[in-house]
């Protein structure tokens, strides 16, 4: 492993044969104008590498009259807040440049897979037989979808702790908002895997007979988690409708309790207002037992409405 002082740059090399692979993290513009001048790489891929928000895609070698292809991914942020649900936010670019004998790795962060894989790799390649470039290639892409995976499963879980709290299965309480946050992320990961997808897709039909293995491998590792993204965004979607449903039922049952208050309470306000007016000719005014029998006359109303809604059910 040789690591260089003038910029962030690993290369790994394989002792048996001329084949490297060199890992560049935060390059600047003209550092990435060497390495392309170094690995005769096309301008506008270079190009590619220093905007953040490029999304995945595949270039051949046959598109640009290259002896290289060009792929660029993303990846889940190890260290995203809580609360990133953009693609920016959220993940991480990695373009790949790999040629017969080399593979280059342009990233603006430390990775911490990429870390990883250069450990392995350099115990690895010592002994490596014939050349290592797609099953290296497959190693890089294989991690990158795996960042997904554990995205998927954190969400899971959070969203296994939410349907609980929704169900009032546990005494805890939840924001909705949690929710949203949830489906949004899921959403983003799963519009990414798409997009890998369509470039994997590429990547398989150019592939060659040594290394369609390692492709068709590839192909249904993200067609499991592109499923997986599926599965969440749509249980998040359903866990969305039950809440609404379960706060429409709150609602309706506290409009309920309201309606039936008032029904029990507007007569014996009707009553109270009749002999509230105070009219001059009111023969009940005078009458000694008017006060009990105007109570009497409430408690009658009450108690008809309290049988009328027992026969409808509605207590």
Same mark, same amino acid.
């Given at each position: 492993?040789?690591?260089?002082k003038a910029m962030k740059r690993t290369e790994i090399e394989h002792k048996g044969s001329t084949f490297r692979w060199i890992d560049v993290t935060d390059p600047g513009p ?6 392309? !001048?170094?690995? /005769?790489?096309?301008?506008? @891929?270079?190009?590619? #590498? ?24 993303? +990846? ?24 017969? &004998?080399?593979?280059?790795? +342009? ?23 014939? &050349? ?56 983003? #990961? ?10 994997? /897709?590429?990547?398989?039909?150019? /592939?060659?007979?040594? !290394? ?14 592109? @499923? ?8 998040? &979607? @359903? ?14 049952? +506290? ?6 208050? /008032? ?8 009553? +109270?207002?009749?002999?509230?007016? &105070? ?37």
């Amino acid at each position: 492993m040789i690591a260089s002082k003038a910029m962030k740059r690993t290369e790994i090399e394989h002792k048996g044969s001329t084949f490297r692979w060199i890992d560049v993290t935060d390059p600047g513009p003209g550092e990435l104008s060497g390495i392309a !001048s170094e690995l /005769s790489l096309h301008a506008t @891929q270079i190009q590619d #590498c220093l905007e953040p928000f490029h999304l995945p895609k595949y270039e051949s070698a046959a598109e640009f009259n290259r002896d290289y292809s060009f792929l660029m991914v993303r +990846v889940v942020q190890e260290d995203a807040a809580p609360k990133a649900d953009t693609i920016l936010e959220l993940t991480r670019k990695i373009a790949m440049f790999f040629g017969e &004998n080399f593979i280059l790795t +342009v990233h603006r962060k430390e990775i911490g897979f990429l870390d990883a894989l250069k450990t392995k790799w350099s115990a690895r390649l010592s002994s490596y037989q014939g &050349n290592p470039r797609d099953h290296l290639l497959y190693d890089l892409l294989s991690e990158s979808f795996e960042t997904f995976d554990r995205e998927f499963e954190r969400s899971e879980t959070e969203r296994d702790e939410l349907e609980l709290a929704i169900l009032d299965l546990r005494p805890k309480r939840y924001e909705i908002r949690i929710l949203y946050r949830l489906k949004r992320r899921a959403a983003v #990961c799963r519009r990414i895997l798409r997009m890998s997808g369509e470039a994997v /897709s590429r990547l398989t039909r150019d /592939s060659t007979a040594s !290394s369609r293995i390692y492709a068709s491998d590839l192909r249904d590792d993200l067609e499991n988690t592109l @499923q997986y993204s599926e599965d969440l965004v749509e249980g998040l &979607n @359903q866990l969305l409708g039950i809440h609404h449903s379960l706060e429409s039922q709150r609602s309706n049952e +506290v409009m309920k309790f309201l309606a039936i208050f /008032s029904a029990f309470f507007f007569p014996l306000t009707l009553i +109270v207002g009749i002999y509230g007016m &105070n009219f001059k000719h009111m023969p009940e005014l005078d009458l000694e037992w008017g006060y009990p029998a105007a109570l009497g006359l409430m408690a009658l109303t009450s108690f008809w409405i309290w049988i009328w809604f027992k026969k409808k059910r509605w207590l």
